[in-house]
């Protein structure tokens, strides 16, 4: 048996637990950032409840009276189809010249379209999310991208819920903010 002979188990042995301290690091890293998204997800699932809570989930805008007394039955319907059909219908109001004069007709149109494309934007983010995870992470990433496909007729549940709600609350004649979205389109000058 020669020298290298001798140093070569001890190179393969120091090789291999060099591969699992690596290994080790990167479950680790896994684990914290893991533990991080959770604590966001918590911190944000936590707001989203006390908004419940507080029945904030559509501000009134109006001062006085939370429905608007310049509305037909005509425009509350299709205020409440924008969100229901929020692609076709809330086109067919923004293209239509009679729709564009009436103003109710015209906020939810686009608030409606708004919601639908935020909504939207949100499911692809997380859905690349859960790819790049389990590209990145092989079995961390696995277990995170079932846990969000388990979770996915959840939130797209929750989306149509939204859209009806919103939905309603437009039939019954009123103006409101949806967080975030009516500011974001105020903000561009599109309400």
């Known amino acids: 048996m020669s020298l290298d002979d001798k140093k070569r188990p001890e190179i393969e042995i120091k090789v291999d637990s060099e591969i699992e301290k690596e290994k080790n690091t990167e479950l680790l890293q896994a684990l914290a950032e893991a533990k991080r998204v959770t ?4 911190s944000q699932v936590d707001e989203a409840m006390t908004t419940l809570q507080r029945r904030e989930l559509a501000q009134d805008l109006t001062t006085d009276s939370s429905i608007d007394m310049n509305i037909n039955r005509d425009d509350r319907l299709i205020a409440l189809l924008c969100y229901v059909f ?3 219908m809330s086109t067919i109001v923004l293209i239509s010249k009679s729709s564009q004069s009436r103003s109710f007709q015209k906020y939810h149109a686009v608030q409606g379209l ?3 494309l935020g909504l939207g934007l949100l499911g692809t983010a997380v859905a690349m999310f859960a790819s790049l995870i389990t590209i ?12 969000l496909f388990c979770l996915s ?3 797209f549940a929750m989306g149509a819920l939204a859209h009806l709600y919103y939905g309603f609350q437009a039939y019954n004649g009123k103006r409101f903010a949806i967080p975030i979205i009516t500011s974001f389109l105020r903000n561009q000058g599109w309400l």
Request: no cysteine; hydrophobic share 55%.
């Open 153 to 155: 007729p959840i939130g």
């Open 39 to 42: 604590e966001i997800t918590r």
């Open 86 to 88: 929020p692609f076709i």
């Open 136 to 147: 990145g992470l092989p079995f961390i990433g696995f277990i995170i991208g079932i846990l």
């Open 114 to 116: 708004g919601l639908a």
